[in-house]
């Protein structure tokens, strides 16, 4: 079995990038979904706030694979279209990753205290304009350090995709493990590499919050007013 | 003589059951500066509050230049445009510098010129007497000095009314004089003022008139001169002579 798997060292690499590439447009489609989430949970109508309240619970307590069974074998016997293996595991771990998001942007948005708001209405902003230049801007230092945990909690999730036979990083180490007799070499460059992903993701991220910052300067004074 | 710029007609607010503003009526005309004093919880601020929509109102009328106020119509921006608020915590976006924090509203709100509200916001600098902070951030600058930094933001619309709720009680001794100063200048310059202060001094020298409120009504309402050499009523003596120490 020896000679084998480093043969197939490409065939991780590009593996890797499809894991890579699938949960950060999981990521990002849940980022933007929970943001709208988050704006609801954080809205003055009761009828919106109870919306996303129910949406949020609910992905939250249902497993990942269940949504992403749903999204396989479930839409094309309601709907009558198949989703091909790529476009499930995105829904499946977008809807996951955008209840997540949800509770993170959302204390972003609480983290900015009722001051702020009262002297942006004050000089006669409205509410879009004041998630702009006001909120948003204090609201995402709070906001992108948490997100970091949820790229990566969504990466290795992604491995479920998987089961349904979509062909990324943890399925190409099957089949290589397979296809070279079983070792368990393939296993431990599974391993390593979803390791060593994840590792560069964090160190990014801190990288980010310093270029962003984060719990620097401003928010010592006048933040929580 | 010009119509008031504020009437306040039979003004109730209330949270829940409790009532805080019970009844209250009063006009303010242009070039006074009204000094509210009266003990806390008294809806001082609450008052303030209800005069900008800030809060809904659940009875009685407020008008601000012949429009009425109403926190909850769309109509509310056109009047807040026209009203600056000064707050006791400051609230400056600490995400901004100082010349960010005036120029917002009016590039957001009022639709103007960068350039143009850059230029205006370098005068009022140097009104507040800040030119050399400028591009400071809130967290770097004193208490006095994000004062003076909110006092321009609200001038920077050109308000037609200033409300200070009590612009000094957070600051440190040495910065408040720094802030009086300013809002001296402002009503020097004729500008309509509501300030709510326990800075008796100020309000003696500065004020036109004081109001002094109590469970949220007004007790008395005159020249500050006359009501601190005398007051009329029992409550406002006793509440002066407690806080003058
Ligand atoms: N959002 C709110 N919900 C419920 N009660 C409130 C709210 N805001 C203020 N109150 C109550 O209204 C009353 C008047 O408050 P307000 O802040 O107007 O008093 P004040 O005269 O400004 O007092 P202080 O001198 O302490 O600032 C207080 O009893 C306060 O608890
Ligand atoms: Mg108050």
Redesign the pocket.
Known sequence: MNQSWVAFLPLFVKAAGITIWLSWLALMIGAFGGTLIALMRTSRFLPLRLVALLYTEFFRSIPILIVLFFAYFGVPLVLGIDLPPFAAATCALALHASSTMSEVVRAGIESVGKGQWEAAHASGMRYPAIMRYVVGPQAIRVILPPSVGVYVATLKESSLASIIGYIELTKTGLLVRESTGGGFAPLLVLAVIYFLINYAISLGGAALERRFDVGQKFLTVGAGQ | MTGPILEIDTLVKR??S?T?LDGLTMSVHPGEVVC?V??????????L?CVNGL?DIQGGEIRFEGEKVEARSKRIVAVRKRIGMIF?QFNLYPHLTALENVVLAPVVVHGEARKEVEARARVLFEKVRLSHRIDAYPAQMSGGEQQRVAIARSLAANPHLLMF??PT?ALDPETVGDVLAVMRDLALEGRTMLV?T?EIRFAADVGTRMVF?DQ?RIVEDRPPRDMLADPSTERAKRFLSSIQG
Do not use: A, N, W
């Open positions: 949270f829940g409790r805080i509210f009266g003990p806390s919880g008294t809806g001082k601020s609450t008052l509050r809060e006791q709720d009590e009680s709510v326990h409120m949220g």
